[in-house]
């Protein structure tokens, strides 16, 4: 495995001798953030020994380096879902890439179902916390010693300071932000009324099928972690509906600009 990240992280080097500061894992309907980096070099992920490929129709699968209002960061264009098909191991391989690369914080983004009653579509939710409910761990079986201890804790699984800063930068630019607790779940059918309830009631105030096997890697590597989610359908008592895939997506491409500001703005306070 570590033979295969190092493989992976020698090939960008070799393509680029760019260093960012930043990762950036964008979500669901939420790519347009590239559109405000000033690139300086795009990777496929197909051309990168060992990285997996995205098959879900809304993901271009790319890594692109560049400024973001003047911050080095490298963002993940498309990423990887357990319920495609990939191991834990695959969801996570560029997220260890992304440590070699020398990232010093990790951001990302996702779409989300919204369980909390006092949310509307298309808002933002900052993770406070989260729930795992994904039936794998990325960190089974042999530890990475190198990259970080067999039982990393999570007690403070988002960085503190950046969800602080980030509810500062809402507030200032007027953007409606909530913090909460995120699920993860495998996906890929929606959820029952029933499961939603459950999820519910279990403490959650969105769910979603992504970010947590991300995050669970990066905090054992001790890289801070931002996350925040575009609340795409809502699912709770009165509000439930039948929900299409370009539903979630129309919502997410709406609430882009409030997170591409609050994105741009929270890179930039660091
Ligand atoms: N459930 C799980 N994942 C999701 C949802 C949902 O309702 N909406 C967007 N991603």
Not at 59 to 78: D, N, P, S, T, W
Not at 88 to 109: D, E, N, Y
Not at 229 to 239: N, P
């Amino acid at each position: 495995m570590i033979e295969k990240i190092n493989e992976a992280t020698s090939y960008i080097q070799g393509q680029t001798d760019f260093s960012p500061e930043f990762g950036i894992i964008l979500g669901t309907g939420l790519g347009g953030l590239i559109q405000e980096i000033e690139i300086q070099k795009e990777i496929n992920y197909g051309d990168i020994p060992h990285f997996p490929v995205s098959t879900v129709e809304s993901h271009q699968g790319r890594l692109i380096f560049g400024l973001l209002a003047g911050r080095k960061v490298v963002a993940m264009q498309g990423r990887f879902h357990y319920y495609e098909g990939y191991t834990m191991a695959q969801v996570t391989f560029p997220v260890r890439v992304l440590k070699l690369l020398g990232i010093k914080r990790l951001l990302v983004s996702n779409a989300a179902g919204g369980l909390n009653k006092g949310y509307k579509i298309s808002e933002l939710m900052v993770l406070g916390d989260h729930i795992n409910l994904l039936p794998e761990n990325p960190l089974t079986g042999p530890n990475l010693d190198s990259f970080g201890v067999r039982f990393p804790d999570m007690l403070e699984a988002y960085d503190p300071e950046m969800r602080k800063k980030a509810l500062e930068i809402a507030k200032e630019k007027q953007l409606n932000v909530h913090e909460g607790v995120y699920v993860s779940v495998s996906g890929p059918n929606l959820e029952t009324p029933a499961e939603y309830k459950f999820l519910s009631i279990i403490g959650a105030d969105a769910v979603g099928m992504s970010t947590v096997p991300e995050v669970i890697v990066a905090r054992q590597m001790d890289i801070p972690v931002f996350a925040i989610s575009v609340i795409t359908d809502l699912c709770f008592e009165g509000q439930l509906k039948h929900v299409t895939v370009e539903e979630v997506i129309a919502a997410a491409q709406k609430a882009e600009p409030s997170l591409t500001l609050l994105m741009k703005e929270l890179v930039k306070s660091f």
